[in-house]
């Protein structure tokens, strides 16, 4: 394993730990050979799982990391006999996807990460969500117990991520749910505090990218009430904001949004989340539309290559087939659901 990742949703994630050991797992798949000195010839060795290659850097310089669940499952599908589905899951583990840092070690968590893209001449793409009062109460609540905690969490997960190249996506859903009235109004200050610390930390890194999370083109509306919460979160200090974060607006939506909000923001690039929103968000009034809705499709491959010159690149932020949570039939949220994972695969155009 090369660390931990969570899933999320619009409202709904769940962090889950994990230790960082990226160098010593990629020697392993190297592999190794040895001759047989018996007198009958060795059974023949059941074929190894198909290893995922790095998109080209160009197009996507991202790390795909070779120990996803996609890919594990994909390669037990295939050893299993059914291909289809395999390369189904295939889709998912061949592209580069976001890896959520957990509660525990986030600096092996971070330099397992950021070593084993490094290694592979790529960027390791990191979502730091751990901010106290998280999810007001909700699928993925908790977070840091107080300030200080969380100043010490990332400052751990900073030192692991070092002078390694990173791209990070800074607390999903923490400023939009204080636009929104979800989290109350006693713990504004200090999220203010905490995320625009974040942004100087991470910023003093010499090679990574910061976006603070601006909710998508459906949730707070207009754009122009996003402008104030990222100014004092420190949007001026980072390359720029995320859009659609474990969401299904469409690209085209949250590129309007986007251009709005960054017209507001003095030309502020942004990033588009595109894991899930090939078909766009579940249609009509549906109660939590944004909890595992059915229907729904893998989006653009993650790029950089987005023709649009605010467009940073279009990010598999949520890790198709974790769950949202324990909504329509799915498991808790972050967990891993192979149904729901196929039906993404299946509906991709």
């Known amino acids: 394993m090369y660390g931990s990742h969570a899933g999320r949703t619009h409202r709904a994630r769940r962090a889950r730990t994990g230790v960082g050991t990226a160098l010593a797992a990629l020697l392993l798949l190297a592999g190794c050979s040895s001759a047989s000195s018996s007198a009958e010839p060795p059974a023949a060795a059941d074929p190894p799982p198909r290893q995922p290659a790095q998109q080209p850097k160009s197009h996507a310089p991202f790390w795909v990391n070779p120990e996803s669940t996609a890919q594990k499952r994909s390669g037990e599908l295939r050893k299993d006999g059914s291909a289809k589905s395999a390369a189904l899951l295939e889709k998912i583990a061949v592209q580069p996807v976001a890896e959520w840092i957990g509660v525990d070690d986030p600096e092996g968590q971070t330099r397992g990460y950021t070593e084993a893209a490094h290694a592979a001449d790529r960027i390791a793409l990191l979502v730091l969500y751990n901010i106290p009062h998280r999810d007001c ?4 609540q908790g977070g840091a117990s ?5 100043r010490d969490w990332l400052d751990k997960a900073a030192r692991g ?3 390694r190249a ?4 800074l607390e999903p859903d923490a400023l939009p749910h204080m636009e929104d009235g979800c989290t109350p109004q006693q713990f504004h200050e200090e999220r203010y505090a905490l995320l ?6 991470l910023k003093a890194l010499p090679h990574t990218k910061v976006y603070l999370d601006a909710g998508n083109s459906s949730w707070v509306t207009p ?3 996003m402008v104030e919460p990222l100014r004092r979160a420190g949007v001026d200090q980072a390359d720029g904001f995320a859009l659609n974060v474990s969401n299904f607006q469409t690209t085209e939506d949250n590129k309007e949004y986007g251009h709005t909000l960054s017209a507001l923001l003095g030309g502020k690039h942004f990033v588009i989340d595109t894991s899930r929103n090939g078909n766009g968000p579940l249609s ?24 649009d010159r605010l467009v940073d690149a279009y990010l598999w932020v949520k890790r198709p087939g974790e769950s949202d949570g324990p909504c329509k039939g799915g498991p808790e949220a972050g967990q891993w659901w192979e149904t729901y994972a196929l039906e993404l695969a299946r509906n991709a155009r």
């Open 137 to 140: 109460g909700q699928y993925s």
């Open 146 to 150: 107080d300030g200080n905690t969380y």
């Open 161 to 163: 991520i070092g002078d």
């Open 166 to 169: 990173a791209t990070v996506i």
């Open 196 to 201: 625009k610390e974040a942004v100087g930390k």
């Open 223 to 225: 754009a122009d009430r």
């Open 284 to 307: 009509g009034d549906h109660e939590k539309a944004w909890c595992n809705p059915s229907g729904r499709a893998l989006g653009e491959p993650p790029t950089t290559r987005t023709g």
